[in-house]
């Protein structure tokens, strides 16, 4: 099953899911509990949702594929948002870059928001 998440979208104070969805995976059910292996995670919240959306051309790093890109350490990322502070950003993902933008750079918000909504 693909994992995806959706609460960024809703109004007011959002659920914590929606900073900490990817990172909870990453860091209680991959690394602190073992319940499945690091590639298996990644391609819950990469490849398939992408194939499941037909989307051909996303999902994958590979050439003439748009890919956004998260860095993160295995050993430390962890989701810090609760319900009292859902907007929390998660600890252990030093660099994100969307469309090669760097939006997360060493851990500071850059203000850029280059991504864009994809339709399948």
């Known amino acids: 099953s693909a994992l995806a998440e959706s609460g960024v979208l809703s109004s007011g104070s959002p659920h914590p899911r929606a900073f900490g969805t990817f990172p909870r ?7 602190e509990e073992q319940r499945m292996p690091l590639e298996d995670a990644i391609r819950k919240i990469t490849s398939l949702p992408a194939e499941m959306l037909r989307l051909t ?48 750079d060493g851990d500071k918000f850059g203000g850029k928001l280059p991504g864009k909504v994809v339709r399948s």
């Open 25 to 31: 995976l990453l860091g209680k059910y991959v690394r």
């Open 57 to 104: 051309d996303r999902g994958l790093l590979k050439e003439n594929y748009h890919a956004d890109i998260t860095i993160f350490d295995p050993a430390t990322v962890t989701d810090n948002a609760t319900f009292q502070h859902s907007q929390q950003y998660p600890s252990g993902i030093p660099f994100v870059l969307v469309n090669g933008i760097p939006v997360i």
